[in-house]
Each structure stands twice: as structure tokens, then as C-alpha cells.
């Protein structure tokens, strides 16, 4: 770990066998955690909680004072949660009086140029392609992954399991385990391969399929979709998560599908 070419205050709690490369930057009140390696020309500033075996790639800042003008100064941090890859020139700014906090879970991958903005929450086993940039305040549950080039509307969740097309202006909240695509953005299926990669069976994802049929193809608005899907499906956790998703939903949820792309596979 002992870099002289590298800056590291005096007051940084860093574990024993973590390596830091030449020109890198940590600020105090910081702590990284076993085995993380921090390439060069690395910036980590003050707030900063790192987990184990992460990997931190050239450019990337951590932990800068989050972009908001009503920011006024309070000590707010930004978790790094553990085997996460952060790429090169990737950003996360720490949270404000909203969250106290930026979180990046376990297992994540943020390619080159990915931003996430003050008072994020990025679940574990999430990817996010290049130049990914993420407003304030958006959530991003477990598993989720989101094309590059993607921009993400302040205060959009993110479901579980759900997969964005490259490019999408996401304004509207994505529920779990859909895919989703096209301007405006709109439902298109579901993300069955990535829940057979994950040990979903055939039947769990049947499942799925029929409850988004209700929501999306039935020809109801979603109170009464919801309604039915609770009438006519037997509870289930994913059952339940999808219900409490839609209807605790902030923005309100993106369209069903129209004509021109298959919405039922």
C-alpha cells in the first residue's frame, strides 16, 4: 500500500493489504476495506466507505460534494458496497440532508463515464453500462441493469431484475423483472433470461408473465389491473413486490405496450 507517489491523509482508515497506485488522491475521513485495489489518478474524498476487493479504475472520483444548490455543507458519505468495479472516470457523489448518503451496493458493475448523483440507491448485483447517468435520488434495486447511455429522471425506481435498453430517457418509474425500451420508454416483455440466469423455474416466470399481462395488455388502468391481479393470482412474493411497486409508485410507471414490439414474451 505504501505509494510515495500517491496522497493519502494521515487520517484515512484503509486496511493493510489494499493497494494503492501512483497519483492517487485519499482525502480524510475515508475507509476502504480489505483487499480493494485503487488504480492511479484515482480521486476519493471525504465521506467515502469502501467495501473489500473492490476495484477503483483510473479517473473515477469518489465521494465529491454532491452537485445541488441547496447542499449546505452537511456530512453526508457515499457507500461503496463490497467486489464492486467502479470504471474509469466514473463519479459518485456523495448524498445531502435528503439521505444523508450515496449507496452503490455488494458485486456492481459502473462502466467508464457512469455518474450517480447525490442521495442515489443502487441495490446489489447491478450493471450499469457506459456513461450511465443517474439524477438524484434514483433507486435502482437488486440485480437491475441499465443500457449505456441511459439518463435517469430524479426520483425513478428502478425494480428488481428489470433490463433498460442503451439509450433511454427513463422518466417514469420501471417495475421489477420487465424489460423495458423504445421512446418513450415502454414496456417490452419480460427479462425472462436474466431470471433463468438467476434460478427462476418456468412456472415462477409464467407467473410473472401472466401478472403483467393484467397490468399491461388487459385494458385497465393499473388500479384496476392491480385489483384483479390480487383477485385472480395467488399470493407470491414476486406477485407482491410488483403490487406494492406500482402502487407505491411516485412518477407513476412507464407505458404498457403498443403496437410495434412484442410485449408478451
Known sequence: ?????????????IAQNVVVEPFT?????????EGTWIG???????????????KIFPGAVIA?????????????????GDNTVIRECVTVNRGTVD????????????????????????????????AVQLAGHVEIGDHAIIGGTSAVH?????????MISGGSLVRKDVPPFVKAGREPLTYAGINSIGLRRRGYSDQKI????????????GGMNNNDALDKIELELAPSPERDEVVNFVRNS??????????GGNGAD
Not at 25 to 33: A, L, P, Q, R, S
Not at 40 to 54: D, H
Not at 154 to 162: E, M
Not at 250 to 259: M, N
Open 1 to 13: 500500500m505504501n505509494q510515495p507517489l500517491a496522497y493519502i491523509h494521515p487520517q484515512a482508515k
Open 25 to 33: 488522491t485519499i482525502d480524510k475521513d475515508v475507509e476502504i476495506g
Open 40 to 54: 492511479p489518478n484515482v480521486t476519493i474524498m471525504a465521506g467515502a466507505r469502501i467495501g473489500k476487493n473492490c
Open 64 to 80: 465529491a460534494m454532491p452537485q445541488d444548490l441547496k447542499f449546505a455543507g452537511e456530512k453526508t458519505t457515499v457507500h461503496i
Open 99 to 130: 439521505r444523508l448518503r450515496t449507496v452503490v451496493g455488494a458485486n456492481c458493475l459502473l462502466m467508464a463515464y457512469v455518474h450517480v448523483a447525490h442521495d442515489c440507491v443502487i441495490g446489489d448485483n447491478c450493471v450499469l453500462a457506459n
Open 154 to 162: 430524479q426520483f425513478v425506481k428502478v425494480g428488481p431484475h428489470a
Open 206 to 217: 409464467s407467473e410473472i408473465q401472466q401478472l403483467y399481462r393484467l397490468l399491461f395488455l
Open 250 to 259: 411516485g412518477r407513476g410507471i412507464i407505458k404498457g405496450y403498443s403496437r
